[in-house]
C-alpha cells in the first residue's frame, strides 16, 4: 500500500533525478528542449529551463538541508533576474522559457509563465519564508507583484481551465499576502467565472485530459491548502469534485489508463505519475501501483490533493460494462470580449463524448471534434497496467495531425461508426498559432491514420487491406476489427498501407501522395473516409458476425451517410464531401486575432 513515506521517497528521488542535471558552471540544472515547440526556436538543444530551475530550487528550500541553501538562492536571483519588468513592455511580467532564449528572441513568448512561475514564487512567500533573507523577500514580492499585472493585462477567460484556475489562484493568494485588494478581487471573479462557465456548460474545456486534468487538480489544490477566503474555498470544492468525477467516470481500472476521448493529451499511455495522483488524493486507501514505483512532480507532497470519497469505488476491478455519454459544452459561450480565447470559438458547435468500458478494454470518441495533435477524440485500451496497448486515429499531413481534419462518430457501447471531413477555416498543425490561408494548404501527403502502440509485440496485422473490406487485428484475446467503407479525395487514387516501427504499428489510408503542391480545399467537390470500428473480447463483447457497416451518397453528392447495422441501437452519422467550415455560419465582420497565447475578436 503506498503511504506518506512514498510519497516523501519518490520526492527525494525526483530530486535526485534534478541534482543529476545540474551544471556546475551554469549552477542551474540543465535539459534538452523540445523538438517542436510553439514557444521557442531551440529545438533539441542542451538548454537551461526557467520553470524547472524555480521548481528545483522551492524543493530544495523544502528539504531545510543547509548545503542546498545557497545553491536555491542563487537559482532563485537568477530566474527572477530573467522577468521583464518593464510595464510598457508587449511581455511585462514574464520569463523566457529558456535561460539561452531571452524573450525577445523566442517565436511566441509564453503568457503562462506569468502564472506558472507565480505559484512557485508564492510557495517561498508562504512556506518558505523563514529561509530567506529579508532582501530576497522583497524581491519575490516585486517579481510576484509584475507577474499578477501581467496575468491581469492578459485576462484569460473560462474556457483555457488550467491557465485560468492557476491565474485565478495566483491574484488570489498574492492580494491576500501583499493586502492588494485589486488583486484579491480579480482572482476572486475570475474564479467565480469559471465556475459558472462550468456549470453551464456541463464540464471544463480541458475535458478528460490525463496532462492537464492534474494540473487542474494541483491549482484547485493550492487553493484550498493556502487561500484563506472561505467563499474562495468553496468554489474550488466545487470544481475539484467536477474534476474528480470526470477521472473517475472514465478510469479504466484494468489498464489503468484514463479513457478516451481526451481533450488534449501528450502522451498515449499514461504511466505511474497519473495513478500516482490518484493514490495521493485517495489518501493512500488504494493499491494501484501494487509493485511499481511511486513518481510524482516536484512539488506535489506540499499542495492539497483530495478526491472526494464517493468517487473510490471507480477505481475498484470493474466488473460490469459501462457507457457514459456527457455533454461538456452545450453552446453556452460566457467568455466576455475583453478576455483571451484558447479553446471555445464563436459558434462553436456543442461538444459531446461517448465512452464504453469493461474489464478487458475501453473505446472512446468524441461525437464531433478536430485532429489536432493534442486531441485524442478517438481511441482505446486494452491489456494490462504493466503492458497496456492502445489504438488511435489520426490524420497526418506530412507526417504531422492535421487540425483540419474533423471526425464524426456515432457510438454504441464497442462499435462506433466515424467520418473524417475536411474544413477550411480550424489551422494546420494548430488551431490558432497556425491557421492555413485561404483554404490553402502545402503538402505532399495526406493520410488517415488508425495507429496501435505500447504493447505491440502479439499484434497480428494483414499484409493486404482493401476499402469496402474489414480487417481484423488480432492482440491476444482481443480482435479490433476495422472497416474501412469509403474513401474520396477528389481524383486522388486511394491507397492503404500497414507500416511499423520499434513502437507502433499501423494502418494507413493515404489520400494523397507526391510532389509537393498547393492543395486548394475551396476548388475539391469530395473529400472525405467513412469507417467502422468494433472490438471484441471474446468473453462480453462477442463477435456473432450479425455487425456491419454500410454508407449512402446523397442524390447531389453533397453528402455521405454512414450506418451500424446490427447493434442493440442504432447508429449513423453524415457528412459533407465538399470541404466546409468548422463555424457555421462564420462570423460575419469579425476576425480572430492572436494575442497572448490565444486569441480575441476585431
Not at 530544495?60 to 537559482?75: N, V
Not at 477521472?247 to 505519475?273: D, M, V, W
Not at 502502440?453 to 476489427?481: C, F, K, R, T, W
Request: aromatic share 12%; net charge negative.
Amino acid at each position: 500500500m503506498c503511504s506518506y513515506e512514498n510519497v516523501m521517497k519518490a520526492f527525494n528521488e525526483k530530486l535526485e533525478e534534478c541534482h543529476k542535471k545540474f551544471d556546475p558552471n551554469k549552477q542551474l540544472i540543465k535539459d534538452k528542449s523540445n523538438y517542436r515547440d510553439y514557444h521557442s526556436s531551440l529545438m533539441s538543444n542542451v538548454v537551461h529551463p526557467v520553470l524547472p530551475n524555480l521548481e528545483y530550487a522551492v524543493a530544495l528550500l523544502y528539504t531545510k538541508e543547509t548545503k542546498y541553501k545557497e545553491r536555491g538562492m542563487f537559482i532563485i536571483s537568477t530566474v527572477l533576474e530573467l522577468q521583464d519588468i518593464d510595464e510598457s513592455s508587449p511581455t511585462y511580467g514574464i520569463w523566457p522559457r529558456y535561460l539561452e532564449e531571452p524573450l525577445e528572441n523566442m517565436k511566441a513568448p509564453d503568457w503562462n509563465w506569468a502564472d506558472f512561475v507565480g505559484k512557485s514564487l508564492l510557495h517561498l512567500l508562504i512556506d518558505l519564508r523563514d529561509s530567506l533573507p529579508d532582501t530576497m523577500i522583497r524581491r519575490i514580492e516585486a517579481a510576484l507583484e509584475h507577474a499578477v499585472k501581467s496575468i491581469i493585462k492578459r485576462n484569460m477567460g473560462p474556457d483555457y481551465t488550467n491557465i485560468n484556475l492557476m491565474g485565478a489562484y495566483v491574484t488570489i493568494k498574492a492580494g491576500e499576502l501583499l493586502k492588494n485588494k485589486m488583486f484579491f478581487n480579480y482572482g476572486k471573479n475570475r474564479l467565480k467565472k469559471e465556475l459558472e462557465y462550468v456549470r453551464a456548460n456541463g464540464g471544463i474545456t480541458e475535458y478528460n485530459s490525463p496532462d492537464y486534468i492534474m494540473i487542474d487538480i494541483e491549482e484547485v489544490g493550492r487553493i484550498l491548502k493556502y487561500v484563506i477566503d472561505s467563499e474562495c474555498r468553496n468554489m474550488a470544492l466545487e470544481l475539484n469534485d467536477v474534476i474528480w468525477k470526470c477521472i473517475a467516470f472514465h478510469f479504466h481500472p484494468t489498464t489503468q489508463q484514463l479513457s478516451a476521448p481526451h481533450s488534449r493529451c501528450y502522451e498515449n499511455i499514461k504511466g505511474e505519475k497519473f495513478v500516482s495522483l490518484i493514490e495521493m488524493a485517495t489518501q493512500y486507501e488504494l493499491s494501484l501501483l501494487e509493485n511499481r514505483k511511486m513518481s510524482i512532480k516536484l512539488l506535489w507532497p506540499f499542495i492539497t490533493i483530495v478526491c472526494p470519497k464517493k468517487y473510490y469505488h471507480y477505481f475498484e476491478p470493474i466488473h460490469q460494462p459501462r457507457f457514459v455519454k456527457e455533454k461538456f459544452y452545450r453552446g453556452i459561450d460566457t467568455i466576455s470580449e475583453d478576455e483571451i480565447r484558447v479553446n471555445i470559438e464563436k459558434n462553436m458547435p456543442e461538444l459531446e463524448s461517448r465512452t464504453y468500458m469493461n474489464p478487458y478494454f475501453s473505446l472512446g470518441s468524441f461525437v464531433k471534434y478536430d485532429l489536432w495533435n493534442q486531441r485524442r477524440p478517438l481511441m482505446a485500451y486494452w491489456g494490462t497496467a504493466e503492458k497496456c496497448t492502445y489504438l488511435r486515429l489520426r490524420c497526418l499531413h506530412d507526417d504531422y495531425d492535421y487540425c483540419s481534419a474533423l471526425l464524426s462518430a456515432s457510438q454504441i457501447n464497442n462499435h462506433i461508426v466515424g467520418g473524417i471531413y475536411f474544413v477550411k477555416d480550424h489551422g494546420d498543425t494548430h488551431f490558432i498559432l497556425d491557421s492555413i490561408k485561404k483554404g490553402q494548404l502545402k503538402a505532399k501527403s495526406l493520410s488517415v491514420r488508425f495507429e496501435i502502440g505500447g504493447y505491440i509485440d502479439d499484434i497480428q496485422l494483414p499484409a493486404n487491406i482493401e476499402i469496402g473490406s474489414s480487417v481484423n487485428i488480432n492482440s491476444g484475446q482481443m480482435s479490433i476489427q476495422i472497416t474501412p467503407m469509403y474513401g474520396v479525395f477528389e481524383n486522388e487514387p486511394i491507397n492503404i498501407r500497414v507500416g511499423k516501427n520499434d513502437s507502433t504499428t499501423w494502418i494507413d489510408i493515404i489520400l494523397f501522395e507526391g510532389e509537393e503542391k498547393i492543395i486548394d480545399f475551396n476548388q475539391i467537390n469530395q473529400a472525405a473516409f467513412l469507417f467502422g470500428l468494433s472490438i471484441f473480447d471474446g468473453e462480453i463483447c462477442v463477435n456473432d458476425n450479425n455487425i456491419f457497416y454500410q454508407y449512402s451518397i446523397d442524390e447531389q453528392s453533397q453528402s455521405i451517410s454512414g450506418q451500424l447495422i446490427g447493434a442493440n441501437e442504432p447508429a449513423s452519422i453524415e457528412i459533407p464531401l465538399k470541404p466546409s467550415n468548422y463555424i457555421e455560419p462564420p462570423i460575419l465582420g469579425l476576425k480572430k486575432k492572436i494575442k497572448c497565447g490565444g486569441f480575441v475578436y476585431e
